[in-house]
DNA sequence: ATGTAC
């Protein structure tokens, strides 16, 4: 399965640091990029067989890209940045947002230190343990009363979250897009991907999804820090989740349906996973209506966890939480940028690729108009994550790393430790730790990914953006 | 990532 890897490894030239190019030839339509350094590209030579694929799709621009946390993903490498032309005939293709649509990261900064809270954190984590629902299959903070509700959740998001009571106004504009995507077509939405969703929402699912509690490590840009709500030693609260079944069913239907499609339409890809259709033709269009949905699921499954976290730590300490932004990181975007000197509608294809506006956008919230738009990092369990922003001139469509990518697999994870051993480092290491399995949490042992703190530096290097702070974890509550 | 396969 997966790539047809008839071609030997892809060629590539160093242009210059932290940017590498792989130059066109049939049947690519454009060059790729990557932004990597020589460590990180080495890792991920196999990939660039799949920076080479996406490069042939219909409509696209500029060049394939790929982030320097670059590994193999299913038609897309995860890491991978593509845009297509809308009336040029671009095409929209699920693989290029992934089965997790909408997975993201939400940051929300405490009105507490670490001092003040070192007290209260064991109350916090069992809080925190008890209410977030976390681990495979259902199980949510909400339960949705019926698919009337569950259609207004995919509409409206965030924004349906806070109508409900279950955050503020102030929340909605530290959200990308203010809290919903436009555009979502529940009916594009099976009944079988509405049947996985209805009892799944507010839970962070498994894997590497996480909610941490963590504290201002360093901070790099005193100024954009203060501007985002951030300081040193400051306490804050991190959540990695997606859209889970929901999003997972409508990926798997509508790669389906495309797959059936594109002989109609004579479009040919090399590789079955990069199934595709026109953004204007009613295959791409239902795509992206499922995908809204699922986005504005996933922003409200953020929301909803947010609360819950809220709760506890007003209770257990008397502190508010605010947010900071909340963003995806697996998402196709109609945006327009400038191609050959003139303004195009493209569909922006970010997959484990982090949109990072920069300071002046006009999209941006007032109070970071200065500051360019927060950037968040999500770390492997027990390390660091990062806060970065958008720097002016960034290429790859303002577009910058995700995360660490694996280098063991989950069964090497799980054969290097014992969940029970993992447990009690990282609480010797002053990490507590609250998880639904022991499997699933040795599987998410640090030594299974990449060093973050690389890809971060890589991706400032190559001129992506602007390290602002680094957190580190004191306790994790993991599916 | 995912009721870790239809």
Redesign the pocket.
């Known amino acids: 399965m997966g790539a047809t890897a008839a071609a030997a490894a892809a060629e590539y030239t160093e242009e210059s640091p932290y940017r590498f190019r792989i130059a066109r030839r049939d049947p690519m339509r454009v060059d790729g990029v990557v932004f990597a350094s020589r460590e990180l590209l080495r890792d991920a030579e196999r990939s660039l067989q799949q920076v080479v694929n996406v490069a042939t799709l219909p409509g696209i621009v500029g060049a394939s890209y790929a982030m320097p946390d670059i590994h193999w993903g299913?038609g897309f490498p995860i890491g991978g940045v593509a845009a297509t032309d809308v009336e040029a005939g671009g095409v929209v293709s699920p693989g290029g947002v992934g089965?997790?649509i909408s997975?993201g990261v939400r940051l929300l900064a405490a009105d507490l230190d670490r001092r003040g809270l070192a007290p209260e954190l064991g109350a916090v984590m069992d809080g925190l343990g008890e209410v977030i629902p976390r681990g495979?299959?259902p199980g949510g903070v909400w339960q949705v009363r019926g698919p009337a509700e569950l259609e207004k959740i995919m509409a409206g998001g965030s924004r349906y979250a806070v109508e409900q009571g279950h955050g503020d106004e102030r929340d909605l504009r530290r959200c990308e897009d203010g809290g919903a995507v436009a555009g979502a077509d529940p009916e594009q939405v099976s009944g079988?991907a509405r049947?996985?969703g209805l009892g799944?929402v507010g839970s962070l699912?498994?894997?590497?999804?996480f909610l941490e509690v963590q504290q201002v490590a360093e901070v790099y840009d005193d100024a954009v820090a203060r501007a985002f709500g951030l300081a040193a030693g400051q306490v804050c609260v991190m959540i990695h989740?997606?859209s889970?079944?929901l999003g997972?069913?409508i990926c798997?239907d509508h790669v389906r349906a495309m797959d059936r499609a594109m002989a109609r339409y004579g479009i040919t890809v090399p590789d079955r996973q990069l199934a595709c259709a026109p953004v204007d033709f009613p295959e791409g269009r239902a795509y992206l209506g499922a995908m809204a949905a699922a986005a504005n699921y996933g922003r409200a499954n953020r929301q909803l966890l947010a609360e819950a976290a809220r709760r506890i730590f007003r209770r257990e300490t008397g502190a508010r939480l605010s947010l900071v932004y909340d963003v995806s990181h697996n998402l196709a975007k109609t945006e327009e940028h400038p191609v050959d000197g003139e303004r195009r509608r493209l569909c922006v294809h970010r997959k484990g690729a982090t949109r990072a506006f920069p300071p002046g956008h006009p999209e941006l919230p007032e109070e970071l108009r200065d500051a360019g738009q927060p950037v968040l990092i999500p770390g492997t369990m027990g390390t660091s994550s990062h806060v970065l922003t958008g720097v002016p001139g960034g290429a790859a469509f303002h577009s910058t790393c995700h995360g660490a990518g694996r280098v063991m697999s989950?069964h090497q994870a799980a054969r290097a430790i014992g969940g029970r051993e993992l447990r009690a480092r990282l609480e010797s290491d002053g990490v507590a730790v609250r998880s639904a399995s022991w499997r699933g949490l040795a599987e998410?042992t640090p030594e299974a990914y990449k060093d973050v703190t690389e890809v971060v530096a890589a991706s400032e290097g190559a001129g992506l953006c602007r390290r602002v702070a680094r957190l580190i974890p004191l306790g994790v509550v993991k599916?």
Request: glycine share 24%; charged share 30%; net charge positive.
């Open positions: 299913y089965f997790d997975c495979a299959g079988r049947e996985r799944q699912g498994s894997g590497n999804h989740c997606g889970r079944g997972h069913q798997s989950r998410e599916g």
